[in-house]
T-cell receptor, first 113, second 112 residues
Framework: ELKVEQNPLFLSMQEGKNYTIYCNYS?????LYWYRQDPGKSLESLFV?????AVKQEGRLMASLDTKARLSTLHITAAVHDLSATYFC?????????????FGQGTTLQVKP | NAGVTQTPKFQVLKTGQSMTLQCAQD?????MSWYRQDPGMGLRLIHY???????DQGEVPNGYNVSRSTTEDFPLRLLSAAPSQTSVYFC???????????FGPGTRLTVL
């Protein structure tokens, strides 16, 4: 059974600081997705990582995928208040690309001025 | 494009009642899915479909039915509502091969 674990689950940080969110998963998969959710809102796609070594960057966020270690990271550079949200990683379940995504628990990021 | 739409936005049911949550997309996506989101538990997959006429169970399918008669629509039916089904329900769709899922705005369901 595929399990996806994120850590930390809650992160409070000062503006201007750097930090990394980790996403570990338990079985083989080469597709990983990062989403953002603002309070009371729906999920917004941030990154799609489709192969080992994939790296994507958008603004102050950078995501990477290491399929051998079964690990993805979401790195935040010089955090700003607007990045406050909950971040989810999700892993494609199985090699047949059925479209079943298993989500991590989410990491709630609070950026303080 | 309207993207993924869901109705209703809010719903209150009594235990034992049945209802259907509606989901539609206008992006011609093959894949559609239903998730529920509960505090501290992320999103859990209820049912999914890889095309019209094809559905399958996700992680937590009990108490829910789905059907997919068209590419555009994927309704979720609660057979006999229970308080444990109080949750926020999201519908999502994607092109199957890439699988970047686009989420609807959600339905907040309370079962008394």
């Amino acid at each position: 059974e595929l399990k996806v674990e994120q850590n930390p689950l809650f992160l409070s940080m000062q503006e201007g600081k750097n930090y990394t969110i980790y996403c570990n998963y338990s079985t083989t998969s080469d597709r990983l997705y990062w989403y953002r959710q603002d309070p009371g809102k729906s999920l917004e796609s941030l990154f799609v990582l489709l192969s080992n070594g994939a790296v994507k960057q958008e603004g102050r966020l950078m995501a990477s995928l290491d399929t051998k270690a079964r690990l993805s990271t979401l790195h935040i550079t010089a955090a700003v208040h607007d990045l406050s949200a909950t971040y989810f990683c999700a892993v494609d379940h199985g090699s047949s690309n059925t479209g079943k995504l298993i989500f991590g628990q989410g990491t709630t990021l609070q950026v303080k001025p | 494009n309207a993207g993924v739409t869901q109705t209703p936005k809010f719903q209150v049911l009594k235990t034992g009642q049945s209802m259907t949550l509606q989901c539609a997309q206008d992006m011609n996506h093959e894949y559609m899915s239903w998730y529920r989101q509960d505090p501290g538990m992320g999103l859990r997959l209820i049912h999914y479909s890889v095309g019209a006429g094809i559905t399958d169970q996700g992680e937590v399918p009990n108490g829910y039915n789905v059907s997919r008669s068209t590419t555009e629509d994927f309704p979720l039916r609660l057979l006999s509502a229970a308080p444990s089904q109080t949750s926020v329900y999201f519908c999502a769709s994607s092109y199957l091969r890439v699988n970047e899922q686009f989420f609807g705005p959600g339905t907040r369901l309370t079962v008394l």
